[in-house]
């Protein structure tokens, strides 16, 4: 059974929606507008590229090191492009967690679903497009795909709504500044629910009991 996170630790918030949903732009106004939060970085086995840097742009490992670590279930998740290993490592995430400074992370459906069963008290969003129409309109205003592979991008986008119950919440991003706003009303509140209060709750009842007993000893 996985132990309640306490109410001083970080939370880790997992942003998943279709592609051209805007979840980049939510989380960059997100890590504007709160200092209590960060984006994870990735870590890739793939070489820096001459205008990266080792834990700004990702943290860069060996392939062997990387593969090290899956066997040791220090990646959460992670995927392979092009021969090279992408993925989120645990421990950057656990030391942030554990220093209160609430961690965001920008992962695909199956990556937030697999990291959620690695860290249940994980924070599920899915960032909802207003229409099939706006986000094929966001998509086409990018002006970097062509038809097809924009059809299949939509194509995908219809599965992974149709995987959006499995989150605990949803946003609709029809606007950025409500979209923002809604996202950090979830984060404040999380931090309230009643598993992470458990010790706060525990100590102020000690306190009441103990005063209890001092008012009866007083009376005798």
Known sequence: ???????????????????????????????ESRSDM???ISMTSRPP?????NGVHYHFVSRDYFEELIRQGEILEYDEYMDNYYGTPAAPLREAVAQGISVLLDLTVVGTLALK????????????????????KRLRR???????IIERRLAVAASEISQAVNFDYVIINDDLGSTV?????IC?????????????????????????????????
């Open 181 to 185: 706003d809604k996202l950090s009303s």
């Open 1 to 31: 059974m996985a132990t309640n996170p306490s109410v001083d630790e970080g939370l880790i918030i997992c942003l998943s929606g279709p592609s051209g949903v805007g979840k980049g732009t939510v989380i960059r106004k997100m890590l």
């Open 117 to 136: 069963a690695k860290f249940p008290h994980a924070l599920t969003v899915f960032l909802m497009p207003p229409s099939q129409a706006a986000l094929e």
């Open 38 to 40: 960060r984006h994870s």
């Open 188 to 220: 404040t509140a999380e931090h309230s629910r009643t598993e992470r209060m458990d010790k706060k709750i525990t100590r102020l009842q000690e306190e009441f009991r103990q005063y209890t007993k001092s008012g009866e000893s007083l009376e005798d």
């Open 142 to 148: 990018r002006g970097t795909e062509d038809d097809e």
């Open 49 to 53: 590229r001459y205008n990266e840097r």
